[in-house]
């Protein structure tokens, strides 16, 4: 069954469409991620997932509900969290401080996350200005974890990181997925996205040009390496 369904969907920002017909679909338990060069229309469809862009056409439905053009809590009382780019993480607040933002009543304890994010706890009293891109970055799932969501969207999870770290975020996506959270992850890192995924969309110029599972990337590779502007897939 599907979680997430975008039908049609157009949108762009003051009157220029991004968007053309986009259609994507991502099931319940799944790991999902949407490839594409930069500037593609990858990080415009996450936020018209969570209602920061408005559509100019086409349905959003989460979990059959229709919340297409709903102001964002909308997207956040369905149960979806979303790591934007820049990881959104507070510079002068601790780490416990940043976690403790999300004004939630039913959510995972402070306890979990840390044993979740284990080196979070070490870093608890430690500044976010003072803390590594990959710590940063773990923060900053580890907040959208903090409300417990069905759906969890990552937009470019592994931009800025050591390979080593890049490494340690896919672990942790992989032990999320695992917990049954269901993930749509946007990238431009083909290998780390193909490593974590198991259904691909590759978005060009504002549309969905190619979608299939990892043995359809491996068996269209020459048409996915056009799309991507790389030199491999795997």
């Not at 994507?24 to 500037?39: A, H, I, M, Y």
């Not at 997932?49 to 297409?68: I, K, N, Q, S, Y």
């Amino acid at each position: 069954m599907a979680l997430l369904e975008l039908d049609g969907i157009g949108a762009g920002y003051g009157g220029s469409d991004v968007l053309q017909d986009v259609s994507l679909s991502v099931e319940d338990g799944s790991v999902v991620t949407l490839l594409g060069r930069n500037g593609v229309g990858k990080t415009t469809t996450l936020r018209t997932v969570v209602g920061l862009v408005e559509p100019t056409a086409g349905t959003v439905r989460f979990d059959g509900d229709d919340v297409t053009g709903g102001p964002p809590h909308v997207a956040h009382d369905h149960g979806v969290g979303f790591v934007t780019e820049d990881r959104g993480v507070f510079p002068d607040l601790t780490v416990e401080e940043n976690l403790r933002v999300p004004d939630v009543d039913d959510g995972r304890s402070l306890d979990e996350l840390y044993d979740f994010f284990p080196k979070l706890r070490e870093l608890r009293t430690s500044r976010g200005k003072h803390l590594s891109g990959g710590e940063q970055q773990m923060l900053a799932i580890a907040r959208a974890l903090r409300s417990d969501p069905r759906l969890l969207l990552l937009d470019e999870p592994s931009e800025g990181l050591a390979p080593q770290i890049v490494e340690n975020v896919g672990a942790v996506i992989e032990e999320i997925a695992a917990g049954g959270t269901t993930l749509l992850i946007v990238e431009q890192n083909v290998r780390f996205a193909l490593a974590v995924a198991e259904y691909t969309y590759i978005m060009d110029g504002g549309q969905i040009v190619f979608e299939g599972s990892d043995e359809d990337v491996d068996a269209n590779a020459e048409e996915v390496r056009r799309y991507l502007g790389v030199r491999e897939t795997a």
